[in-house]
């Protein structure tokens, strides 16, 4: 599947609203389809259970996960969440997954998974990736701030950036390896459409950047892009040189 999945067609009104889950020790599990409301902190994992569909609402809510995502749907019809106008939500997972090896991200969904809102969503993702659907990924609105310490969004069937204010994270210490953070910040621009991918302060080591159509490469001042001189990361590709099918290596650039 490959189509924009939105929930324009889910009267939400009809839909049982659950009492305010305000701050609590462990985990948070759904097992009934609805519109539930996260606030306060919250230490352990939301997890989603169930064939219905399931709208979060985040407002000013802090979820810490010391093992494994701090929102997991094992199942869900569609899992939508928003982040209630003028609030701030923050996901913290840990480098500990060794129960959800499988499941690594700190929003990791096995069916469609919608964010949209008027708030502000900050995900640290310490062990892999930040943001995880195994099959359609749809962000319509939204700010987002995404520091992954692997992939920033991935969506196994789809990903569609609608709308919102999305800013992704890496390393820039000169020592990490960021080829994987310049391709899916390119390729979440071109989803767009194309746009400016700016490259903030810092030492931004990386093998090579492919860019595509419309997509503008910017620099901060004191940002620095560095090349790695590791060859593996160079591969052989088929090339043309004065009408001739030649071999050469892949350009940085």
């Known amino acids: 599947s490959s189509a924009h999945v939105d929930n324009s067609n889910i009267d939400w009104d009809t839909y049982n609203s659950y009492d305010e889950i305000d701050s609590r020790e462990g985990d948070v599990i759904i097992t009934e389809k ?18 219905g569909n399931v709208k979060l609402i985040l407002d000013n809510v802090t979820i810490n996960s010391d093992n494994g995502p701090c929102i997991l749907v094992k199942e869900a019809a569609n899992l939508v969440i928003y982040t209630e106008k003028d609030s701030k939500n923050t996901l913290n997972d840990s480098s500990n997954y060794n129960d ?18 008027e708030g502000i969503l900050i995900i640290n993702a310490n062990y892999g990736d930040a943001i995880v659907s195994k099959d359609d ?14 992939d920033g969004i ?18 820039g210490d000169g020592k990490t ?13 071109s989803s767009q459409g194309g746009g400016k991918l700016l490259v903030p302060a810092g030492v931004w080591l990386t093998g090579p950047i492919e860019l595509k159509s419309n997509i503008n490469l910017h620099l901060e001042m004191g940002a620095v ?10 591969p052989i590709i088929k090339a043309s040189f004065e009408g001739l099918e030649t071999r050469r290596c892949q350009s940085p650039l």
Do not use: P, W
Not at 101 to 110: K, N, Q, R, Y
Not at 137 to 150: R, V
Not at 177 to 189: Q, R, V
Not at 225 to 234: P, T
């Open 100 to 117: 959800y090896l499988e499941e690594d991200g700190t929003i990791f969904s096995h069916d469609d998974l919608i964010l949209e809102g």
């Open 154 to 171: 991935r969506g196994k069937d789809s990903v569609h950036i609608v709308d919102g204010t999305i800013t992704i994270n890496a390393k």
């Open 137 to 150: 990924l749809t962000i319509s609105s939204g700010s987002y701030e995404i520091n992954s310490n692997d």
């Open 34 to 51: 609805g519109v539930y409301t996260l606030t306060g902190e919250i230490n352990g994992k939301v997890i989603i259970n169930t064939s």
């Open 225 to 234: 892009i560095q090349f790695s001189g590791d060859d593996a990361l160079y």
């Open 177 to 189: 390896l960021c080829t994987e953070a310049f391709a899916k910040a390119i390729e979440t621009l």
